[in-house]
């Protein structure tokens, strides 16, 4: 099993005791810029597909756990790539009450890290709606910049392109 850690946070693949904190995510509000909000029906298949994505591809988004309490996840960051989407992406949801908190920054560090090393990537996007201001300022911090040549997985998205030269060798991610 896949497994990241941080200085705060753990990171591993999903797990069928993950499903009622993505499901009140994706059932909220919240869930407008992820291409919600989600029936409880679709909250189900779209967490299948999330799990199911790891055997597929050998990666996925990874359930993020704060090591003060390595039971409750707090939402989801990582690796993702299905079928439809134009390039891989690393993408980011977090649930309500974590947020502000410096995690989604975290784990998103060490998902590129680890997509750009481990995974072997040679290029990795985050689709944004433009919006969505808490993603887009969390792109920026991670140094991407607005790809405007390259196509989004959703028409309502703009690319964020993350320089893979920016989360390789010696700096990894620092500016």
């Given at each position: 099993?896949?497994?990241?850690?941080?200085?705060?946070?753990?990171?591993?693949?999903?797990?069928?005791?993950?499903?009622?904190?993505?499901?009140?995510?994706?059932?909220?509000?919240?869930?407008?810029?992820?291409?919600?909000?989600?029936?409880?029906?679709?909250?189900?298949?779209?967490?299948?597909?999330?799990?199911?994505?790891?055997?597929?591809?050998?990666?996925?988004?990874?359930?993020?756990?704060?090591?003060?309490?390595?039971?409750?996840?707090?939402?989801?960051?990582?690796?993702?790539?299905?079928?439809?989407?134009?390039?891989?992406?690393?993408?980011?949801?977090?649930?309500?009450?974590?947020?502000g908190?410096?995690?989604?920054?975290?784990a998103?560090?060490?998902?590129?890290?680890?997509?750009f090393?481990?995974?072997?990537?040679?290029?990795?996007?985050?689709?944004?709606?433009?919006?969505?201001?808490?993603?887009?300022?969390?792109?920026?911090?991670?140094?991407?910049?607005?790809?405007?040549?390259?196509?989004?997985?959703?028409?309502?998205?703009?690319?964020w392109?993350?320089?893979?030269?920016?989360?390789?060798?010696?700096?990894?991610?620092?500016?």
């Amino acid at each position: 099993m896949t497994l990241l850690t941080t200085d705060r946070l753990i990171l591993r693949p999903p797990a069928a005791q993950d499903f009622d904190g993505y499901r009140s995510f994706y059932m909220s509000d919240r869930a407008r810029f992820a291409h919600g909000p989600l029936t409880e029906t679709e909250a189900w298949y779209a967490f299948c597909v999330e799990m199911a994505h790891w055997p597929m591809r050998g990666f996925g988004m990874f359930t993020v756990l704060a090591q003060t309490d390595p039971e409750t996840p707090i939402g989801l960051v990582g690796p993702w790539y299905p079928a439809d989407w134009p390039e891989p992406e690393i993408g980011w949801l977090l649930w309500e009450g974590h947020e502000g908190q410096g995690h989604a920054d975290e784990a998103a560090r060490a998902c590129l890290i680890h997509a750009f090393g481990h995974l072997g990537w040679d290029s990795a996007v985050s689709y944004i709606h433009p919006e969505n201001t808490p993603s887009v300022t969390l792109a920026e911090r991670l140094g991407a910049q607005i790809d405007p040549t390259a196509r989004a997985a959703k028409p309502d998205l703009t690319v964020w392109r993350h320089d893979r030269v920016y989360w390789v060798g010696d700096k990894k991610g620092t500016a």
